[in-house]
């Protein structure tokens, strides 16, 4: 039986994984698929203590992250498209200031 314990290992590695890529990374879609890791990592470990505890909040909780998700990949995705539009290219080392 999986335990509350491999929720939340792979939750943990989800979350570093995410965040190793959140640093490393110099694209810009990269990045936000980076910040989608690190999101579905807390959303893993919501359910799974949600799931322990046999409350309903957690999942709440999950479906609200969801829905904030959703708009930060909307507004990420289209400001991406702007800038690659203006610059032609989706490194963040090259768009290190705003002045077109």
Same mark, same amino acid.
């Given at each position: 039986m999986i335990s509350l314990h491999h929720y939340l290992t792979v939750s943990a590695l989800l979350f570093a994984l995410g965040l190793a890529g959140l640093l490393v990374r110099r694209n810009m879609l990269m990045i936000l698929l980076s910040i989608e890791l690190i999101l579905n990592a807390a959303n893993l470990s919501f359910v799974a203590f949600s799931s322990y505890w046999g409350d309903l909040s957690g999942q709440a909780v999950v479906f609200f992250t969801m829905l904030v998700a959703a708009a930060e990949v909307t507004v990420g +995705?289209?400001?991406?498209? +702007?800038l690659y539009r203006k610059k032609d290219t989706t490194d963040t080392r090259e768009l290190e200031t705003l002045k077109w």
């Open positions: +995705l289209s400001i991406a498209v +702007l």
